[in-house]
């Protein structure tokens, strides 16, 4: 069946510190990607997507590439900030799943001043 | 817009009993999925909805239920609860016309729900 896998956390970094958590997927066919995150208290909020092998989804400084060759959509950022500090997920639905997005475990990103 | 409300937030119930959530999704969005987070399973899939009809399931036992209603709100029910059962329960909703938002879940803050 589909899968996810993203690094474990917590992943502690400073400040402006450069970001990276790898996600790898296993699924057939073409899967949509997707990382959200999660701050305490809150439900999950879309980061950025990718539909298609080498789209790059971008947001709020976020990057990700969509590597069908190596089945990975791993995060970036080049300069965190304190607020960055959440619990990010990477997603994976196929378009024949009906709305059934398989969810990595998350890591938890904190980010100290 | 209003996003996706879920209600309650907060709920404690006791093994054995039964609980009913809500979810009222972003307005004209027709399907809602729910979900359910525990710190050890992490999110699983429950199921979706789409017009009133469910049109995917997840691998939970029947006592979790749902049925979604005309107007597109949805509620799950949780019945004979146990103590595996306290998690955030989560519902999400998306639209399904067009390509570049047909796919996003939007997400509501959830209901945690506590069995003692």
């Known amino acids: 069946g589909d899968s996810v896998t993203q690094m474990e956390g917590p992943v502690t970094l400073s400040e402006e510190a450069c970001l990276t958590i790898n996600c790898t997927y296993t699924a057939t066919g073409y899967p949509s990607l997707f990382w959200y995150v999660q701050y305490p208290g809150e439900g999950l909020q879309l980061l950025l997507k990718?539909?298609?092998?080498?789209d790059k989804g971008s947001n709020k400084g976020f990057e990700a590439t969509y590597r069908k060759e190596t089945t990975s959509f791993h995060l970036e950022k080049g300069s965190v900030q304190v607020s960055d500090s959440a619990v990010y997920f990477c997603?994976?639905?196929?378009?024949?799943?009906?709305?059934?997005?398989?969810f990595g475990a998350g890591t938890q990103v904190v980010v100290t001043p | 817009k209003a996003g996706v409300t879920q209600t309650p937030r907060y709920l404690i119930k006791t093994r054995g009993q039964q609980v009913t959530l809500s979810c009222s999704p972003i307005?004209?969005?027709?399907?809602v999925s729910w979900y359910q987070q525990t710190p050890g399973q992490g999110l699983q899939f429950l199921f979706e909805y789409f017009s009133e009809t469910q049109r995917n399931k997840g691998n939970f036992p029947g006592r979790f239920s749902g049925r979604q209603f005309s107007n597109s709100r949805s509620e799950m029910n949780v019945s004979t609860l146990e103590l595996g059962d306290s998690a955030l329960y989560l519902c999400?909703?998306?639209?399904?016309?067009?390509?570049?938002?047909?796919?996003?879940?939007?997400f509501g803050a959830g209901s945690r729900l506590t069995v003692l």
């Open positions: 990718a539909t298609k092998a080498d």
């Open positions: 997603a994976l639905m196929r378009t024949d799943s009906w709305g059934k997005f398989q």
């Open positions: 999400a909703s998306r639209s399904l016309g067009g390509p570049n938002g047909a796919n996003v879940l939007t």
């Open positions: 307005s004209g969005h027709r399907s």
